[in-house]
């Protein structure tokens, strides 16, 4: 089953954190549980949300 987005793609502090995680060499970016999750060979930060 899959989980329900959690997260609005126009939130700007989502924009924010989304810079700096991309920024760092070979980060990613996957949704998981319903919120965007940052990586490189392993999470290192989720979003949970600017509320």
């Known amino acids: 089953m899959a ?3 959690m997260f609005d ?3 700007p502090v ?3 954190v ?3 995680a991309l920024g ?3 980060a990613g ?3 998981s549980h319903g919120r965007p999750a940052f ?3 392993k999470i290192f930060a989720y ?3 600017a509320r």
Do not use: M, N, Q, V
């Open 3 to 5: 989980h329900p987005s």
């Open 9 to 11: 793609d126009a939130d």
């Open 14 to 16: 989502l924009r924010r």
């Open 18 to 20: 989304r810079a700096l």
């Open 24 to 26: 760092l060499h070979d």
């Open 29 to 31: 970016e996957k949704i």
């Open 39 to 41: 990586f490189t060979t």
């Open 47 to 49: 979003y949970g949300g």
